[in-house]
């Protein structure tokens, strides 16, 4: 993997699919299900913009699932310590936001798309780390947290500047306030980009020595707790948490959300995402407004003598979900029919041909049963014994009826066996992301290279 000292990123080929559900009171989920995308790096051990520091240090998070989000979803730090799952191909688990991926030189996180920059023992419990990004299905839930809510005091704090970070919070925080008058008036002291609240009091109307600091948390639930001192560092604990999220906030519901579909339509109108050309021996236009059978455009295939179409995803189709691919074909002129096979986990299903194709549009649908369809579908070949000019549209795996459930759940989270003494040293000057100028994210696309269906063809011939 490319490494930098704030993020790197190592990209082989986009893939997708996901998963998603609650485990548990503390993981009821706090929001409804939405897509995303996710890539990994090194160097996240030693803390980010949320100003925990050290995952296993006296402010940490305390285990090694957590996220830099991109910065436009990061929100000038109001994601900090909120937990999501998030579900990908080989299955589901839980992170905490603890650092930003800033837009400047990182691609991913320019905010086209909710991103997730992952600790790097993250990624492979969602996917194979070969791909180096992935889409997910994620959704915010209540963190699986242990004791009560902490805040720890700025060491440069005094009563002319005061500033706390609060951390080991069961769900997201809203506000801080500070009272100096033993709750009677409340200052708010606002949320800063690296997760600190800061209050910075008027001239001649200084802090006390002693402050009462009340947290609220996005579901507007309040914790008031005592600061003995404002000055020096110090770490204090509420005697209480915020409770788990209810049932339905957010629209949300306690049943496990299905992953995003990125496989039934292979083609309609454009070449879907994950999907790529792979094609042999053949020029293929996926835009050709030739009279396409429905939209605006359809695919054309010009193939060479026993040239062929092939269509590749690098995650592979669970192919249990589906019961027959189809399509719809025509000829520019008239031609005899076409081999069509499907390929997965270096194993080919039967090759089986079409009827004759004729000059109008005309649906073809080939049950799994017959094309001995492999369990994980990563490519689909057709391929013509003749030269001709083909085309093609709505492009698709029609899902089995019986089809069993793609609904996954996030169970367990290592948690570190340190103990944290309430009152240690923390550093945070290791913090990556304080300010933008974090190093830029290095990109390596790989490419593939793809011969199944080339190597089946010469077979054929």
């Known amino acids: 993997m490319a490494a930098s000292a704030g993020r790197a990123f190592t990209i082989v080929a986009a893939a997708l699919l996901v998963r998603l559900c609650s485990c548990g009171d503390a993981m009821k989920p706090m929001a409804p299900c939405a897509e995303g995308r996710v890539t990994y790096y090194t160097g996240w051990e030693t803390g980010g913009a949320c100003s925990f520091g050290p995952w296993d240090g006296a402010t940490g998070y305390g285990y090694k699932y957590s996220a830099a989000p ?7 730090g109001a994601q900090c310590g909120i937990c999501y799952e998030l579900v990908g191909p080989l299955g589901a688990t839980r992170i905490i936001v603890a650092d930003m991926c800033p837009v400047k030189g990182n691609t991913p996180c320019d905010g086209s798309m909710t991103h997730f920059d992952l600790s790097d023992p993250t990624f492979p419990l969602l996917a194979d780390p070969h791909l180096g990004v992935v889409n997910v299905t994620f959704r915010m839930i209540s963190c699986d947290v242990t004791g009560n809510l902490k805040v720890r005091i700025n060491s440069d704090s005094s009563v002319y500047w005061f500033s706390v970070l609060v951390f080991n919070h069961r769900v997201g925080l809203s506000a801080v306030d500070i009272s100096k008058d033993n709750g009677t008036t409340w200052l708010s002291a606002p949320r800063q980009d690296y997760n600190e609240w800061v209050y910075s009091p008027p001239s001649g109307s200084p802090l006390t020595a002693s402050v009462l ?3 609220t948390s996005i579901t507007n639930e309040k914790i008031t707790l005592k600061a003995q001192s404002i000055t020096g560092y110090h770490i204090y604990e509420a005697d209480s948490q915020f409770s788990p999220i209810p049932a339905g906030y957010g629209g949300s519901s306690d049943s496990c959300c299905s992953p995003p579909d990125h496989f039934t339509n292979v083609y309609d109108n454009a070449l879907r995402s994950g999907w ?4 042999w021996s053949a020029d293929t236009d996926y835009s050709s407004g030739t009279s396409p ?12 003598q026993y040239g062929g179409l092939q269509i590749f995803n690098s995650v592979g189709a669970d192919a249990v979900q589906y019961s027959s691919f189809d399509f719809w074909v025509r000829g520019g002129a008239a031609t005899e029919p076409v081999l069509v096979w499907l390929t997965g986990d270096g194993k080919t299903g039967t ?6 194709i004729t000059t109008s549009w005309q649906h073809v649908s080939l049950n799994f049963t017959a094309l001995a369809a492999p369990s994980s579908l990563h490519a689909l070949c057709v391929q013509s014994n003749v ?22 759940c996030a169970n367990g989270v290592e948690v570190s066996n340190n103990s944290k003494a309430d009152d240690s040293q923390v550093d945070d000057s290791t913090n990556n992301c304080h300010n933008t100028n974090c190093d830029a994210a290095t990109f390596a696309i790989v490419g593939t290279t793809l011969v199944w269906c080339w190597a089946l063809a010469l077979l054929v011939c």
Do not use: M, W
Not at 396 to 407: E, G
């Open 276 to 279: 790529t050309d792979s094609s």
């Open 293 to 304: 059978h429905s939209g605006s455009d359809c695919l054309r295939v010009t193939f060479d």
């Open 213 to 215: 600091i009340r947290v």
């Open 387 to 408: 030269a001709a000019t083909l085309y093609f549209d709505d492009i698709q795996f029609v899902k089995a009826a019986n089809a069993p459930t793609t609904k996954d």
């Open 70 to 76: 991109n910065e436009a979803f990061y929100d000038k």
């Open 351 to 356: 090759k089986v041909y079409t009827p004759s």
